[in-house]
């Protein structure tokens, strides 16, 4: 795997400096980056949404850094990450994570084990995403009731969704300071006629990284992976296409001695057939089946403590349609999964196997009404569950969430679009909520399950606001407020156990007891950014940023705080691009937390400072670039209120990345 790591690293390096010459301005990820897949399957002008649509882009997140999909949202409003190792950081959306957070790969599942526990990474590098898009809100019905909280998809072209004609690439490599780290990509595509090709492949090596307190022992990662994909084209724009991705990794859990070793291997099939300008328009199928293991590991015997499998189907088809009737477009689509998990060794301990079967229907629709543009969505989802409870007898467990939303959008002005959105959206407990039954060793926690768990409902409203400014300027505004009925969620007592389940407070026991229950609560939260033109500067525009969110989250009743909520932030910076050079900053005030739930460990702020400088040294070939970045250059001590082992672990410390890419 080394091996492997290196010379990925090194061909990237080499693939650059052989392209230097012919660098040209295409964009791998223009064609995919123009479609908004997840939010809805009507696609179109993602500004017509009541609910915003981020968009992460590959520039962005060659710059961001980071072994983790959270790491490449780090300046995404709402969103934060569960920060538990440099391997395994999932995304946060508006305080939910894990069973709330769907994460997916051109639409498909991820199909991982990262939701049963914090310590489980996700087996997509951000170095595969040409796109990484982020939904919240009502717009992520289409992806059922483990996306209540948010969906993040990450696009890429692995399965080509356009014809090309000859060969387009990219090829990256990176150091980063902190964690003394490498990293190289190299991605080709190519095609002649009606068939076009894909082939990517990454690799990534760090070290234990540096905080202002010194080294975070046991935060290393080790990754590498690769892809081919291939599309045939015909008719009038129809397609059909697979592709086949192999992942691994290993990395240390820095609050423990232990380390993981993750492979995932998978296949995606995908097509989109087109019928004409009928009410019947086009139907597109999508289908992939995934076979994940991790193993974690004592490096001092060598010796596998717990292995967790995961082998899973996951499939949906769409029909769009046009107009009809009232409704200016329409989709009916439906949606199956199977996901069988089974855990070996320690991990027998924690959660017995487990099989998850899902299907669903669902519908988007669109229609404008007077001077509103309207979208409902609707699903309908049968979810079944088997498991054996702490009570040792197999049980199976039903569910059937319904879930809609109805959203408004109103040009107010040519600048302004308001919009508008309810929803009451529902989801079935998951299997570790229902099911866990003893010690997990990697998030040091003594977790016991309810199997008379209920649906949990979440209705919302949200009201969100763009502005288009004079010069290319935006802003974004939205503000949102969710009640839950049996909110579920997994809440430390306070008592300490051993392996053997014996807990009390102050005890000897080095795992913390949690619990998964259910309560209601009340969510609520602002999040805003805005990009503005201020002058003509030396040759150059001079534009700024402002960024900012916040989330409050109670039980209801007097009952305390929902645990684990990330705090507030707001700030801004200035941006400055003559087309050669591009230099930015962006400074962020980071709250403390103090909103904190039973047993849960308070947080301090912080101040954020990043800042990075892009040189396109070749005016006429601008497809070469370098990128000097730097990560909290202010060094503070920063410990990340979401992850529950934040007493045991700092954050990076100061890390300036160098990174050079060419696109060809």
């Known amino acids: 795997m080394r091996l492997r790591s290196m010379l990925l690293t090194a061909s990237g390096a080499g693939v650059l400096m052989a392209c230097a010459g012919q660098a040209g301005a295409q964009d791998l990820g223009h064609s995919v980056s123009e479609v908004i897949i997840t939010a809805s399957p009507l696609q179109g002008d993602p500004d017509r949404f009541a609910t915003i649509v981020e968009q992460v882009s590959r520039d962005q997140v060659l710059s961001n850094g980071g072994a983790s999909i959270a790491d490449a949202l780090r300046n995404v409003p709402g969103v934060a990450g569960t920060g538990f190792a440099a391997g395994a950081s999932r995304p946060v959306i508006r305080g939910m994570d894990a069973q709330r957070v769907k994460l997916a790969e051109n639409g498909l599942s991820s199909s991982d084990v990262s939701d049963v526990g914090p310590d489980h990474g996700v087996p997509i590098d951000p170095l595969a995403a040409q796109d990484i898009e982020v939904v919240r809100g009502a717009a992520t019905l289409r992806y059922g009731s483990q996306a209540i909280g948010g969906v993040v998809n990450i696009i890429n072209n692995r399965i080509p969704l356009k014809p090309i004609d000859g060969v387009e690439g990219e090829a990256t490599a990176a150091y980063g300071s902190s964690a003394k780290t490498g990293e190289g990509t190299v991605s080709l595509d190519a095609g002649q006629g009606n068939v076009a090709l894909h082939l990517d492949g990454f690799g990534r090596r760090t070290s234990d990284y540096d905080t202002p307190d010194g080294e975070q022992p046991n935060s290393w990662f080790r990754g590498n992976g690769y892809s081919g994909g291939a599309s045939y084209f015909f008719g009038d724009d129809s397609r059909v296409g697979a592709s086949g991705t192999h992942y691994s990794a290993r990395y240390g859990i820095p609050s423990d001695d232990t380390f993981i070793r993750m492979k995932q291997d998978k296949g995606a099939f995908g097509g989109s057939f087109k019928f004409g300008d009928g009410v019947l328009q086009r139907l597109n199928v999508d289908a992939g089946y995934a076979d994940y293991t991790h193993s974690e590991i004592d490096p001092e015997t060598n010796e596998v403590l717990s292995t967790f499998n995961n082998k899973e189907w996951d499939g949906r088809a769409e029909a769009l349609f046009g107009q009809t009737g009232f409704l200016s477009a329409s989709a009916l689509g439906v949606q199956f999964q199977d996901r069988k998990f089974s855990a070996l060794g320690e991990g027998a301990d924690y959660l017995l196997p487990t099989h998850t079967v899902s299907t669903a229907g669902f519908a988007f629709v669109e229609a404008p009404i007077g001077p509103l543009q309207f979208q409902g969505a609707a699903r309908v989802e049968h979810v079944r569950i088997d498991g054996t409870p702490a009570s040792g007898v197999q049980t199976r467990k039903s569910f059937t969430p319904v879930s809609v939303s109805a959203g408004f959008t109103y040009q107010a002005t040519d600048a302004l679009r308001l919009g508008l959105t309810a929803a009451s959206a529902a989801r079935a407990p998951a299997q570790t909520e229902l099911f866990a039954i003893g010690p997990h060793d990697g998030p040091a926690t003594y977790e016991t399950g309810d199997p008379d768990l209920k649906i949990e409902r979440a209705n919302s409203l949200e009201a969100t606001a763009r502005y288009k400014i004079t010069g290319g300027g935006r802003i974004e505004a939205s503000a949102w407020t969710a009640r839950f009925d049996n909110y579920i969620y997994g809440g430390l007592t306070g008592r300490m156990c051993d392996e053997d ?76 691009d003559n087309g050669v050079v591009d230099a930015s900053f962006l400074v962020l005030q980071v709250g403390a937390q103090n909103h904190v739930g039973v047993a849960d460990m308070a947080v301090d702020g912080y101040t954020s400072v990043d800042a990075q400088v892009k040189w396109k040294p070749f005016k006429a070939k601008p497809g070469l670039e370098l990128m000097l970045v730097g990560h909290n250059l202010a060094d503070e001590t920063i410990r990340n209120a979401t992850a529950l082992n934040k007493d045991a672990v700092v954050m990076p410390g100061r890390d300036v990345r160098l990174v050079l890419s060419a696109k060809f």
């Open 501 to 576: 389940g014996t807990c009390a407070v102050d005890g000897d026991g080095e795992l913390k007891e949690l619990n998964y229950g259910q309560q209601d609560a009340k969510f609520w939260g602002v999040e805003a950014k805005a990009f503005f033109p201020l002058a003509d500067v030396g040759g150059g525009k001079l534009s700024g940023q402002v960024l900012g969110d916040y989330v409050r989250a109670k039980f209801s009743g007097g009952a305390g705080n929902v645990p684990r909520i990330q705090p507030g932030r707001f700030g801004g910076g200035l941006d400055w």
